[in-house]
């Protein structure tokens, strides 16, 4: 994927599968914003996964505290 493009060839298919699933946020974050014609938003490394989901999803809302609140309840 062109968000590791810079690691190291996957050889390990445990690691492979990892990757994969790692993916999954942000592919469901994507579609979602398609269906509601919204723009889609990358992840940032500097979030935690749930934030970062949170984030991609709700960025419209531009309250930090709801996204605070979304990430929370996901890391529950």
Known sequence: SAH????EVVNDYLR??????AKVPSIIA???????N????L???SLSYSRNFAN???LDF?????NDVVA?????
């Open 4 to 7: 590791y493009h810079d690691s």
């Open 16 to 21: 492979c599968a990892i990757l994969s699933v």
């Open 30 to 36: 994507a579609i979602y914003r398609y269906i509601v």
């Open 38 to 41: 919204k723009d889609i938003i």
């Open 43 to 45: 992840s940032h490394k």
């Open 56 to 58: 991609m999803m709700l």
């Open 62 to 66: 531009k309250n930090d505290k709801v």
């Open 72 to 76: 929370k309840a996901l890391d529950v």
